[in-house]
């Protein structure tokens, strides 16, 4: 009986060697298409991807605007210069000190302004003195002619 299986055996093998395909199997089955709860966590991912490069960019704005890269000659020469950048680009650039036209007061109660909705350390004494000084003398209100001003811009 042994001798009978080895020689079936032999006989398969010889089989499967001389018709060269193998042994045959069956086709893989195409993957089942997901879940709902698949397609619910997939799309949770890429909105969550999507709100982290959304953060990403946000950081980046605010570094440019906290972190400015410039340097204190940006602003006009006089006294007060150096103060009033060491002091102010601590928390924004001076794009918005150069873009600004106030008066003494408006630029005096600014400084409180910030301290109260920015917390700014409060400025106080002959420094802010010298700060809203110079301010004031290169970004002050802008004089401009009574024929030639701007009524919607007032």
Sequence with gaps: MERLIAVCMVGAILLV????????VAAPRPAPPPTPAALAFQQA??????????VRR???????????????????DGHGRAETFGY???CHSTAIIRRSAFSRDQWDG????????????????????????YLTQHFGAAQA???GRNPFLN
């Design 17 to 24: 060697l001389v018709d060269g395909s193998g042994p045959h």
């Design 145 to 147: 002619p009574a024929r």
């Design 88 to 90: 102010c680009v601590a």
């Design 45 to 54: 991912q890429a909105e969550a991807a999507s709100r982290a490069e959304a």
């Design 110 to 133: 600014l400084m409180d302004w910030m301290t109260e909705k920015h917390n700014m350390t409060r400025l106080e004494g002959e420094l802010r003195e010298t700060i809203v000084n």
């Design 58 to 76: 946000q950081v980046e704005a605010a570094q440019a605007v906290t972190q400015p890269t410039e340097e204190e000659t940006i602003l006009p």
